[in-house]
């Protein structure tokens, strides 16, 4: 399956709820609004002409002004690759889990939750995962996190 | 024995364990010898790759990428590079693309040897152990002959490559590839017949393709359970789709094949090897690419297929010149994720069976 016969498909399926972004390099990217994430991804694993079985990645990334949830998937039967993303709010940073669809995401959205400190509802096991089992200083990848002592590198 | 009182008890199996390849801890809960439930416990590794990566430049994450996965580095260069280039529209040159590719299929076979022979050792034979690593000795002095290091390159750049050839590197690649063909031999009489390594992989940890495919995992692997998806031919990145090779795969899904489907890989990537010696054109190395440049805004997903399964790099630019976010993905990562759900139900001498030939490295997993 080619890129415009994915696109086509996607806009026949689930045009009113994924907006294509123009800032893919390589694959598609939409945008997919949170109440609608779980409906968009069953329907993205499900229906027979996108089957993204294959569940890559994902993982925050924290902009200054919001959070962004990236999903990467791609499809083995069709060969075929798509990402996503969802759009929070700094203020209510939490997100539906998608485990029960694609049981991989249980590692990803864990390490979302510790890193991002982004609330996973519905999540089996949030517990603590690459950080020490006592730690309390904080979310690490959020922008205005730095390590104690950090010296920031001089501008080149 | 009606008499006699039984209960289940926690064994740890790490993180300091010789066949946990790193530190990685798995809390056993055994009932006798049969392993009932499997815990992973990681991040005694964690290093913030991806944090650090965020205060840097592109060309300077290169070498931070190098320790992401240690053993495959050459892979690791190639798809942080390709994230880059993919973000700012760089050509690469034909020359690099070949030389990329020799190096990203040297690097498999010498992972792949590695491989072959640490699971053997945990297994309990020591002499594959020996010869997987006196052969991985010549590919690391092609290697450290052309970028002057051994283990972490940072060969492949945004661009291009750091450096060219040497003239002696192309007779010396041919050579090696021709003595690791005929040492195969060696290798598979040592254990394919072995009625002890037989007795201790066939039949061992059967992953099921479906369960395979539903946690992620990747890489040979996801190929030994039978599943045809090799991201080389599938997603086609640099100049594979050039070459003539196949994508092999194995149908029992058991210790045994994640054994054998190794070995078929090594004879696939010598061919490849072979024609891309034979195709590598003259000509420039690096496209022309300023140290400290500024993708515009935009963001995408790399990946490659490296010696253990899918090693993605996500990256995102604002148009400055560090990015705002990189993310690592590891094929480690979905294997251990799998193990607990198609590892239990066995003695725990087979566990380490099953988690040797998953062919995990911790540093991968907990970046």
């Known amino acids: 399956m080619t890129k415009e016969q994915l696109q086509t498909a996607i806009?026949?399926?689930?045009?009113?709820?994924?907006?294509?972004?123009?800032?893919?390099?390589?694959d598609l990217m939409y945008e997919v609004k949170r109440e609608n994430l779980l409906e968009v991804c069953k329907t993205l694993k499900d229906d027979e002409s996108l089957a993204f079985d294959y569940y890559l990645n994902s993982h925050g990334v924290d902009t200054k002004e919001k959070f962004e949830v990236v999903y990467n998937l791609a499809s083995i039967i069709h060969k075929t690759r798509i990402d996503f993303k969802v759009i929070l709010p700094y203020d209510s940073a939490e997100i539906e889990s998608v485990q029960t669809i694609w049981p991989?995401?249980?590692?990803?959205?864990?390490?979302?939750?510790?890193l991002y400190g982004i609330n996973v509802l519905n999540h089996d096991n949030l517990t603590r995962f690459l950080l020490a089992d006592d730690w309390d200083k904080g979310f690490p990848m959020r922008k205005d996190w730095d390590a104690p002592g950090f010296i920031r590198m001089p501008e080149l | 024995m009606g008499g006699l009182k039984t209960e289940e008890f926690i064994v740890n199996m790490g993180p300091q364990h010789?066949?946990?390849?790193?530190?990685?801890?798995?809390?056993?809960?055994?009932?006798?010898?049969?392993?009932?439930?499997?815990?992973p416990v990681i991040g005694y590794l964690h290093r913030a790759l991806e944090k650090i990566c965020e205060n840097r430049t592109y060309a300077q994450c290169i070498p931070i990428s190098d320790r992401f996965e240690y053993v495959t580095a050459m892979s690791c260069n190639q798809v942080f590079s390709m994230a880059a280039e993919r973000l700012a529209g760089i050509e690469i040159p034909e020359?690099?693309?070949?030389?990329?590719?020799?190096?990203?299929e040297l690097n498999r076979i010498a992972s792949h040897l590695i491989f072959y022979g640490v699971t053997a050792m945990d297994i309990g034979a020591l002499t594959p152990f020996l010869y997987g690593l006196r052969e991985r000795e010549a590919i690391i002095d092609l290697f450290e002959?052309?970028?002057?290091?051994?283990?972490?390159?940072?060969?492949?750049?945004?661009?291009g490559v750091s450096k060219d050839l040497p003239k002696e590197f192309v007779p010396q690649c041919r050579s090696t590839i021709a003595m690791i063909k005929e040492k195969l031999n060696d290798y598979e009489g040592l254990l394919n017949e072995n009625p002890i390594w037989l007795a201790r992989t066939k039949g061992v940890g059967y992953l099921d393709p479906k369960l395979a495919i539903a946690y992620g995992v990747s890489g040979p692997v996801l190929r030994a359970s039978g599943v045809d998806y090799d991201i080389r031919r599938d997603d086609p990145y640099?100049?594979?789709?050039?070459?003539?090779?196949?994508?092999?795969?194995r149908p029992n899904g058991d210790t045994y094949d994640r054994y054998l489907i190794r070995l078929d890989?090594?004879?696939?990537?010598?061919?490849?090897?072979?024609?891309?010696?034979?195709?590598?054109?003259?000509?420039?190395?690096?496209?022309?690419?300023?140290?400290?440049?500024?993708?515009?805004?935009?963001?995408?997903?790399?990946?490659?297929?490296?010696?253990?399964?899918?090693?993605?790099?996500?990256m995102q630019s604002t148009g400055e010149k560090k990015p705002l976010r990189v993310k690592m993905r590891g094929g480690s990562f979905c294997?251990?994720?799998?193990?607990?759900?198609?590892?239990?139900?066995?003695?725990i001498a087979d566990l380490v069976a099953i988690f040797a030939s998953l062919d995990i490295i911790l540093p991968e997993v907990d970046r």
Not at chain 2, 335 to 347: I, Y
């Open chain 1, 11 to 26: 806009t026949e399926k689930l045009g009113d709820k994924m907006t294509l972004l123009d800032t893919g390099r390589h």
């Open chain 2, 145 to 159: 002959m052309t970028c002057g290091q051994r283990l972490t390159y940072n060969y492949i750049r945004p661009g």
């Open chain 2, 265 to 314: 890989e090594i004879k696939q990537s010598i061919k490849i090897i072979e024609q891309a010696l034979d195709g590598l054109p003259e000509g420039n190395i690096k496209a022309k690419v300023s140290p400290n440049f500024k993708p515009p805004a935009g963001e995408n997903y790399a990946r490659v297929e490296n010696s253990r399964g899918e090693l993605g790099t996500y």
């Open chain 2, 238 to 249: 640099s100049i594979y789709d050039r070459f003539d090779w196949k994508v092999c795969t």
């Open chain 2, 95 to 104: 020359r690099a693309e070949y030389i990329r590719v020799i190096m990203l």
């Open chain 2, 18 to 39: 010789p066949s946990t390849h790193g530190v990685c801890r798995l809390m056993l809960t055994m009932d006798g010898e049969i392993v009932k439930k499997i815990e």
């Open chain 2, 335 to 347: 294997q251990l994720q799998a193990l607990p759900h198609f590892g239990t139900e066995c003695f």
């Open chain 1, 104 to 114: 991989g995401a249980n590692w990803f959205e864990r390490e979302m939750w510790e």
